[in-house]
């Protein structure tokens, strides 16, 4: 019996045991399971986060995108601008260049019309002034020969008044 006791005891030792283990296991089991909810829920609410993240980023993203479209189309629209401004003054430079070789032209011609004008004003003052004594000449000389005429000069005197009026004009014609 004393076998049986002793079995007894084990079987009690080993029920109590068991019991423990069990009441042990579950709640190592719960703990486990309780282990597991905050594990998933953590798991969970990271997903959440990470999503609303995401979703901020993609949300930043196209506003960023749609902000360098606009960006590079204004870029491109004033490089049209720039493009058409460069033709335009381009064309001002030829036609600036075409005005500056006509005025240079011009230019030129006034200055050989004031060459010319200049000219024909010392042969203007050169014939005016050989006028002016010519005819102070033929004055004095048609003046003798009207007081040759006065004082009954004869035809040899008043031939000589002629011939001296003749060279005269041929001086003042040569």
Partial sequence: MI???ERSKRTLVIST????????????????VYIILILLLAL???SIFYQIRYNDLKSGYERTFEDL?????NLYNN????????NRELA??????TKTHELEDISREIASLKQELFECQQNYDTVSTSC?????????????????????????????????IDTELKAINS
């Fill in 3 to 5: 076998f049986c006791c």
């Fill in 17 to 32: 045991s068991l019991t423990y283990f069990y009441k042990m296991e579950r709640d190592v089991n719960l703990k486990l």
């Fill in 44 to 46: 969970v609410g990271t």
């Fill in 69 to 73: 479209n606009d960006t590079l189309k």
């Fill in 79 to 86: 490089i049209s601008e720039v493009n058409v401004s460069a």
């Fill in 92 to 97: 001002l430079a030829e036609k600036l260049e």
């Fill in 132 to 164: 002016v004594v010519s005819n102070e000449v033929l004055q004095r000389l048609i003046g003798k020969l009207k007081t040759d005429v006065e004082n009954g000069a004869n035809t040899t005197v008043i031939q000589q008044d002629f011939k001296n």
